[in-house]
């Protein structure tokens, strides 16, 4: 079967640091997608790992451990902006998504 | 400008009655998507294209037909629309790279 977790909510300050674990069961593995989605509007990318380790990039970084099934993103100097749901989604080949629930973060002053 | 369409944005219809939404892309991709968001389950996967006249089903196919009869256009189709259709559907398109991936604006469907 195809599992995905993630918290569905956390709240965080306003220049603080968060971090949005994910964890994966799925029946192939290509690499971890994370994509950040405003209320009502599209998905947009994020990251993607294929290889384990941390990958930064600006303000966001994103982590993957194949052998573990995991992988966080972590968002640093929080801003009001960033409120918003993250999206895990794990590529389980021939272009098959599988994506968990949604973590909706809301960031406060 | 990249750009992927969808329309209608919203469309409120009734149980059995056809319908179609559109979506269209300006970037010449060969994978083209069609997801469903629904709360508590997330995005879904309807369909995926991966070329003209190549299409394969995703998690959820039940009740969608779809057609990629040009390389910009992968239509979503309804026959006979019910309410557990009602949904937030997305069409995605990308080029291999995972960077490349775009979502289109969205479809609000509400079946009654």
């Known amino acids: 079967g195809q599992n995905i977790d993630q918290p569905t909510e956390m709240t965080a300050t306003e220049g603080a640091i968060v971090q949005i674990n994910c964890t994966y069961q799925?029946?192939?593995?290509?690499?971890l997608f994370w994509y950040q989605q405003h209320a009502g509007e599209a998905p947009t990318f994020l990251s993607y790992n294929v290889l384990d380790g941390l990958e930064e990039k600006g303000r966001f970084s994103s982590f993957l451990s194949r052998s573990k099934g995991y992988s966080y993103l972590l968002l640093k100097e929080l801003q009001m902006k960033d409120s918003a749901s993250y999206l895990c989604?794990?590529?389980?080949?021939?272009?098959?998504?599988?994506f968990g629930t949604g973590t909706r973060l809301l960031v406060s002053p | 400008e990249a750009q992927v369409t969808q329309n209608p944005r919203y469309l409120i219809t009734v149980t059995g009655k056809k319908l179609t939404v559109t979506c269209s892309q300006n970037?010449?991709?060969?994978?083209m998507s069609w997801y469903r968001q629904d709360p508590g389950l997330g995005l879904r996967q309807i369909y995926y294209s991966m070329n003209v006249e190549v299409t394969d089903k995703g998690d959820v196919p039940e009740g969608y037909k779809v057609s990629r009869k040009e390389k910009r256009n992968f239509p979503l189709i309804l026959e006979s629309p019910s309410p557990n259709q009602t949904s937030l559907y997305f069409c995605a398109t990308h080029q291999g790279g995972p960077d490349t991936q775009y979502f289109g604006p969205g479809t609000r469907l509400t079946v009654l």
């Open positions: 799925t029946s192939g593995f290509n690499g």
């Open positions: 989604a794990a590529n389980t080949g021939f272009q098959k998504l599988v």
């Open positions: 970037m010449n991709h060969e994978y």
